[in-house]
């Protein structure tokens, strides 16, 4: 049963933000400590709160989500932003990469902020070539035909490492789009490297199945990243000739680019250079124009920090705002946000921080950054670091119990000092599931 609700909450949560466990980083990781006082957290505000039936409402569940979610994006920024115990005044002393042609080239500092790197370090880059994947396009062949005789078919696939063998059967009446539907699944499913695609022409009457490699760029000594080989029987061998997937329409090609005027070449388009900057190729130079890559001035870098804890801010406004026809009390949830930012607004207006008509904070860059750039800027960063913690704060308890700001009815009080938990209501605010008055 509880397998079965962590699924549903689960596949609620992937259809609504296309959520998979590969999207998290270094702040969604937590120690035990942390968990039990989030789970403390949790009992305390549970044992103080009435209770309460959910009204009716298809969004409800959207809601606590969305709230939960945007406070999710506030707490790791406000993580990152306190990194060491450290306020936003470090970014200071953040060496942070740059690119005057993002399109072309974007880069990362990988080296360590204490370290003797000249922040005045610059090199050229003009991108001739991207590195390419290997593609094997197969034949289109008509959809809902049916060209394959039901029954077992092999082939291999070889890489420059290892080979796999695969093994496929066709029943009766499948259609050659079937066929190459189960293909594609049973090539995607493998973990191999390889992505594979059904292709649709023009007319929607023919289909092909594509595979491409996940690796680009090929060695001296290679000719391909990969082949396919059917098996040696003749029906095996006629079912990939009607495929036609073991034919390659685009191989694989590295790199080219110029590095302050020297042609070099890689197999991938990000690497390292001077194993100081890592470097991701995104398009090529236009003739003769190179991509300058060096470090940002500091005040650029705590303007970044500080942009982003606007977004993150903003962000929860907009969640209060999209539900604020159907949510009685997301009217609560935007008061409170404003609150934040308004306690601040004096000290904002000094440092080019505005709030707009519909409550958001709007930089103006040029003013922030010859602001941090004049001296005597102690107070700006003091205000900066109370705000982030205030807004970090309230995110904490959004989290906790994202159902305070939901329209509900409440049932009835806890009788004051014999207060005690519940963990249906638990239940509605960590795990999402709302009273449907079964």
Not at 9 to 28: E, F, R
Not at 266 to 277: A, D, G
Not at 431 to 438: K, L, P, S
């Amino acid at each position: 049963m509880a397998a079965n609700v962590m699924s549903v909450a689960y596949n609620q949560l992937n259809a609504m933000y296309g959520l998979s466990n590969t999207t998290s980083n270094k702040y969604d990781a937590h120690k035990k400590s942390e968990l039990r006082s989030t789970y403390n957290s949790i009992i305390k505000s549970n044992k103080e709160s009435p209770l309460y039936r959910i009204k009716e409402g298809a969004d409800v569940r959207r809601f606590a989500i969305d709230i939960k979610e945007q406070a999710h994006i506030i707490k790791n920024t406000v993580a990152a932003l306190s990194e060491d115990g450290k306020g936003i005044e470090s970014a200071l002393d953040r060496k942070v990469a740059s690119s005057n042609l993002p399109d072309v080239v974007t880069a990362e500092y990988i080296g360590k902020d204490g370290d003797d790197t000249d922040a005045n370090t610059k090199f050229q880059m003009e991108v001739r070539q991207l590195a390419t994947p290997q593609v094997n396009t197969g034949n289109f062949i008509r959809r809902n035909a049916h060209n394959f005789k039901p029954g077992s078919y092999r082939f291999d696939l070889n890489t420059n490492t290892t080979s796999y063998e695969f093994q496929f059967n066709v029943n009766p009446n499948e259609s050659n789009e079937t066929v190459q539907a189960k293909l594609r699944k049973l090539i995607n499913n493998a973990n191999i490297g390889l992505h594979s695609e059904i292709l649709t022409d023009e007319k929607g009457t023919h289909t092909a199945l594509q595979i491409t490699s996940a690796q680009t760029g090929l060695r001296a000594d290679e000719e391909n990243l990969f082949e396919i080989i059917p098996e040696a029987n003749k029906d095996s061998m006629d079912a990939v000739n009607l495929l036609g997937i073991d034919r390659i329409s685009s191989p694989a090609e590295n790199s080219s680019f110029l590095l302050n005027g020297n042609l070099h070449a890689s197999y991938s388009n990000t690497f390292t250079v001077n194993n100081m900057f890592s470097v991701t190729l995104n398009g090529v130079s236009e003739p003769g124009q190179a991509a300058v890559i060096g470090f940002k001035p500091s005040s650029d870098t705590v303007a970044d920090q500080v942009e982003a804890l606007i977004h993150a801010y903003n962000g929860m406004i907009d969640t209060a705002d999209r539900y604020s026809n159907s949510q009685a009390t997301s009217s609560k949830l935007l008061r409170d946000v404003k609150a934040i930012a308004g306690s601040f607004s004096d000290s904002f207006e000094k440092i080019g921080l505005t709030t707009s008509e519909d409550g958001k904070l709007v930089m103006d860059r040029d003013t922030f950054t010859q602001t941090i750039s004049s001296s005597g800027f102690g107070p700006v960063f003091d205000t900066l670091n109370r705000f982030r913690d205030a807004l970090g704060r309230h995110a904490e308890q959004a989290s906790i119990n994202p159902m305070n700001y939901v329209d509900k009815v409440v049932v009835a009080y806890k009788n004051p000092g014999r207060t005690f938990t519940t963990p249906y209501i638990t239940s509605i605010y960590s795990g999402m599931m709302v009273d449907r008055r079964c």
